[in-house]
């Protein structure tokens, strides 16, 4: 069964600071891959996706991903992080069940930022 | 552009009554809705998946009758809890997704709705 395992439960960087969070899948098949941030009491707000191509994603707000096939992975990245990026993330992959295409999402990823 | 909306953004309610959540998409026609459940710090279950005009497709363990699911239109779908307990009380989210052609893999959001049930 497809699964996608964030195995940070809770990460801490000070601003400024350099940003990698993981993410492994377990998918038969080329992956559908995204990660989403979510404010508290807040939905999701996507912030990159992989499809196929550059297996380097350039998303919003300064994020970026990798997709590593021999690994399963696709970490999440930011260079320099913001006060404002204190949140929860959640990578997720499309999978079909049937005719149907659904997202499963990994546990979460909780992010603290120090100033 | 892709903006979901859900209504109400919060609710509180009696026990053994019924709460109905609204999902719009606003911009786009959404033939796919999904339904959501998160608990606090924790990730999103996927309740059920409903389709333009067709009945939902609920998930192992989700009770149909206690969470009815209605997709009309192509921009709206509506949960309803019936005969809500404080076991219900959670977030629930709505996503959204349009179809074409050439399907999109992307699901739009909505900002979720709390609902406690006292």
């Known amino acids: 069964a497809q699964s996608v395992t964030q195995p940070d439960i809770h990460i801490t960087v000070s601003e400024g600071a350099s940003l990698e969070l993981r993410c492994n899948y377990s998918y038969g098949a080329t992956p559908y891959l995204f990660w989403y941030v979510q404010s508290p009491g807040q939905g999701l707000q996507l912030l990159l996706k992989y499809f196929s191509g550059d297996t380097l994603v350039q998303g919003i707000k300064g994020f970026e991903a990798e997709f590593k096939r021999s690994q399963s992975s696709f970490n999440l990245r930011k260079p320099s992080v913001h006060w404002s990026d204190a949140a929860e993330y959640f990578c997720?992959?499309?999978?079909?069940?049937?005719?149907?295409?659904?997202?499963?999402f990994g546990s979460g990823t909780q992010l603290t930022v120090l100033p | 552009g892709a903006v979901v909306s859900q209504h109400p953004s919060w609710v509180i309610c009696k026990s053994g009554t019924s709460v109905k959540i609204e999902c719009r998409s606003l911009?786009?026609?959404?033939?796919?809705m999904f339904w959501y459940r998160q608990f606090p710090k924790q990730s999103l279950m996927l309740m059920a998946t409903?389709?333009?005009?067709?009945?939902?497709?609920?998930e192992q363990g989700v009770e149909k009758d206690k969470f009815l699911i209605n997709h009309a239109s192509l921009t709206l779908s509506t949960l309803t809890v019936t005969s809500a307990h404080p076991e219900d009380s959670s977030f629930y989210i709505c996503s959204a997704r349009t179809s074409g052609i050439y399907p999109t893999y992307e699901q739009y959001f909505g900002p979720g709705t709390r609902l406690t049930v006292t």
């Open positions: 911009d786009f026609q959404a033939t796919t």
């Open positions: 997720a992959v499309v999978h079909f069940s049937g005719s149907a295409r659904q997202l499963t």
């Open positions: 409903s389709n333009e005009g067709s009945k939902a497709t609920y």
